[in-house]
């Protein structure tokens, strides 16, 4: 069973940069849709990037233009890179797979990316924290 794991939250100055990764032990993510959630406190889980099989991929619109989603070239590894970072993007940070055969390879880049349906995705990371605070 395909099980995620993020890495690279952590504490950051306004103005930083950090880099999370999302990858999943004995499995290959090249063949999936991955996105990047984020759960702001007090707030609800909300998309932030999602990139398909194929590598499209689109970008919430809070964080176009600072954040980038690639993907490794063994396809192993999903990242998220945020730059410019602001207050308001301090949140817990969660990647998630769609299946292979799933509609979300095509919703992925069509739709709003902070409206995807969490219920699209079949497998889930357990976060990593992402602080952004002078």
């Known amino acids: 069973q395909l099980q995620l794991v993020e890495s690279g939250g952590g504490l950051v100055q306004p103005g930083g940069s950090l880099r999370l990764s999302c990858g999943a032990s004995?499995?290959?993510?090249?063949?999936?849709?991955i996105a990047w959630f984020r759960k702001p406190p007090g707030k609800e889980r909300e998309g932030v990037a999602c990139?398909?099989?194929?590598?499209?991929?689109k970008l919430a619109d809070s964080v176009k233009g600072r954040f980038t989603i690639s993907r490794d070239d063994d396809l192993r590894t999903v990242y998220l890179q945020m730059n410019n970072l602001r207050p308001e993007d301090t949140a817990v940070y969660y990647c998630?797979?769609?299946?292979?055969?799933?509609?979300?390879?095509?919703?992925?880049?069509?739709?709003?990316?902070?409206?995807?349906?969490?219920?699209?995705?079949?497998?889930w990371g357990q976060g990593t924290q992402v602080t952004v605070s002078s």
């Open positions: 998630a797979a769609a299946s292979p055969h799933s509609h979300v390879q095509a919703s992925c880049v069509a739709t709003p990316v902070i409206s995807l349906p969490e219920g699209d995705f079949y497998s």
């Open positions: 990139m398909n099989a194929g590598g499209g991929f």
């Open positions: 004995g499995f290959t993510l090249g063949r999936n849709a």
